[in-house]
């Protein structure tokens, strides 16, 4: 018998009456939608919602379902009740419909249609003249959908991206190479030092302190960049103990530092929402160093859980035309003038000779640095939280319609 359609979860702290819910639904949101292998939350919300952050309002959530809501599996029905007011989603489970899963098997060495472990031509207890295999009933693994793609962010889930200033010179560190090598990756041997204290651990993860993270805005340090290298499976233990290199993302040298690599289970759970109050921060650096990125690139934030992010948070990114890396000039910078022999100095000049026949057209009125203040940030893309720090955090960049750069802003949405 088909059961009822069950409502997820219960209604959301105060909202705004209804939510403006109708403008906030797609033309073409679907009334009815199944869910399939490879599906995020991310990308379903996308199908209902124009703005996939207000997930929340439609599943009608309260604070606490925000970081541990129910789960949604493949082969699970979404409705969505445009008849409530304001609408709301509701979950059918298709997996209480489904029949159970059985595996039905014979003993290794059992003769076809005879039930396991009773041997040929002896008739099973409680059905005599007929054999039949017996069943085996097993359960279905989790595979709860995940907020976003696990392949994006998983590397870097258990991963301590930002250390403080001295946090890795306490670490265990490289100090010799196989053969004295400048630098190694996966299969090679080194030797470590510190490690024999820590005779449990016998995979580590190997780090190198990056770039420093400073806010722009404030000039304060958050913190520094922990640079992931690879992982090494210790060989025997002692000082120094020796390591072999089982995994790499870069090159390793001597001096590399050292960290227990962590047992900690990822959590993909979380629900792509907005910040529940106002936040501005810069993206201060993207992963790898480069100076600008893209969707389902990595990049860190000035901002932390001090300053109220969570994971799932979604943040808007706007380009600041006066804080942009390639900021609009307030005077005209053409050249440099004077001879460059015995170190003489040299000057810029910011204008030319203007030709005996005049300019061709008008330049118009030159625009002043007053004036670049008043231009109004550009919105061009989203990104989501996917692990906050204090002072910091990471993100997904979900959308973007330009590159991504360091120095953009980034607000609630």
Do not use: C
């Not at 606490?64 to 409530?84: F, K, S």
């Not at 993302?249 to 109050?277: C, H, N, W």
């Not at 000035?302 to 969570?310: H, P, T």
């Not at 006066?322 to 015995?342: D, F, H, I, K, M």
């Amino acid at each position: 018998m088909r059961k009822a359609i069950i409502s997820l979860i219960l209604l959301m702290t105060p909202l705004a009456p209804g939510f403006a819910a109708e403008a906030a639904l797609r033309e073409d949101a679907p009334d009815r939608y199944v869910v399939v292998p490879g599906d995020t939350l991310w990308g379903i919300s996308g199908r209902f919602l124009k703005d996939v952050w207000r997930w929340p309002e439609l599943w009608r959530m309260n604070q606490e379902q925000l970081r541990n809501p129910h789960r949604i599996y493949p082969g699970d029905v979404l409705v969505l009740d445009r008849t409530a007011q304001p609408p709301v989603l509701r979950l059918l489970d298709g997996r209480a419909e489904a029949p159970t899963p059985e595996t039905v098997g014979v003993a290794p060495g059992a003769a076809p249609g005879v039930a396991p472990g009773v041997a040929p031509g002896v008739e099973e207890r409680g059905d005599p003249g007929k054999l039949s295999p017996r069943v085996r009933r097993e359960s279905l693994p989790d595979k709860a959908v995940p907020a976003i793609p696990p392949s994006a962010i998983e590397p870097f889930l258990t991963r301590p991206l930002v250390v403080g200033r001295t946090e890795l010179d306490r670490a265990p560190r490289i100090m010799a190479t196989e053969e004295n090598r400048v630098a190694i990756g996966a299969g090679s041997i080194a030797y470590a030092a510190g490690l024999l204290k820590f005779e449990r651990a016998t995979v580590w993860q190997v780090f190198r302190r990056g770039d420093p993270l400073i806010d722009p805005d404030t000039d304060e340090l958050l913190g520094y960049l922990a640079v992931y290298l690879g992982e090494a499976q210790v060989m025997k233990f002692g000082e120094p103990s020796t390591i072999q290199i089982t995994r790499s993302a870069q090159e390793i040298y001597a001096g590399d530092r050292m960290l227990p690599a962590t047992k900690q289970v990822p959590t993909f759970s979380y629900v792509p929402r907005a910040p529940s109050r106002a936040v501005r921060g810069r993206i201060l650096t993207t992963y790898g160093g480069l100076g600008e990125t893209g969707p389902l690139g990595i990049v860190a934030l000035s901002k932390g859980s001090k300053d109220g992010l969570e994971v799932g948070h979604v943040l808007a990114i706007h380009r600041s035309q006066s804080t942009q890396r390639y900021e609009l000039r307030a005077s005209p910078l053409y050249g440099v003038q004077g001879p460059l022999l015995n170190n003489w100095p040299r000057t810029y000049y910011a204008e030319r000779l203007t030709p005996r026949d005049g300019p061709l057209y008008d330049r118009g009125e030159r625009i002043g640095s007053g004036d670049i203040a008043k231009l109004p940030d550009e919105r061009y893309g989203l990104v989501m939280v996917f692990r906050s720090f204090d002072r910091a955090s990471f993100g997904l960049v979900m959308q973007a319609s330009r590159p991504v750069a360091v120095n953009d802003v980034v607000t609630p949405p």
